[in-house]
């Protein structure tokens, strides 16, 4: 009795594989593009430390539960941070087709080259410099701005915010896969409409870059498979059509 479907894993598809080989391989070299990430990270830096001065973002900020109030694991670290990025609504602003705050980027960004400059430290080795940052920065805004030129956030799509992030693990090669879904903010009012962003980068980002790390599989053929995949359930059939590599 034959199977109606194939239980053999496809190679990835070719659109998740380009996402990673550009974070991976490809040089940013434009100055501007790393002088536009440097005004991203500063307006980022005074967005956070105006939020400290509202009881309501600090109270939430520091461990889940008691333990130390110095130092965070990496996840909830993004949690913090992003949470003081976005608490006010001030921070930076890309307008297109569906807008976005490429800062979003940079609650799990910060978390992770922090962490993994005190790991390579303790190891004897050299930490993270601060372009390494602004270079996730921009490798993660790049991504976010592909998804959304795209419209794929009208359809709770897959975000590729955690491109950054795996850009700075390094550790290997990802599996290529998306990694996270958008929940819509519109008409969310609150603490959770506050800190969604920074709800996004420790589930979305830091979490699934670790998990990236051990070798886990993924799936590779999220967007391609039958039925089921990105394509045949959200865009009738058709695939991604890009106006350049």
Known sequence: MSAPISNVRPDPDTVLVDI???????????????????????????????????????????????????????????????????????????????????????????????????????????????????????????????????????????QPRAAGQAGLHRGGRPDARPLARRTDQRGIVGIRRRASAAHLSPRAEHRLALIARTGEMGYPSVLTAKTWGFYDVLFKGNAFQFQRP
């Open 20 to 158: 990673v080989d550009y974070v991976l391989d490809y040089p940013i070299g434009s100055t501007l593009a790393l002088e536009t990430a440097r005004h991203c990270l500063i307006d980022t830096l005074g967005c956070g430390l105006e939020a400290l001065s509202y009881p309501a973002c600090t109270k939430l900020l520091g461990p889940i539960v008691p333990g130390t109030s110095f130092r965070l694991d990496p996840v909830q670290a993004a949690f913090n941070i992003g949470a003081m990025i976005r608490w006010l609504d001030f921070n930076d602003t890309w307008l297109a087709a569906e807008w976005g705050h490429p800062s979003d980027n940079l609650g799990g960004i910060l978390a992770t080259a922090d962490w993994l400059s005190h790991t390579t430290i303790a190891n004897g080795k050299k930490p993270l410099r601060m372009k390494d940052v602004l270079i996730a920065d921009d490798q993660g805004a790049r991504n976010s701005r592909l998804y959304r030129a795209r419209k794929l956030v009208q359809q709770g799509g897959p």
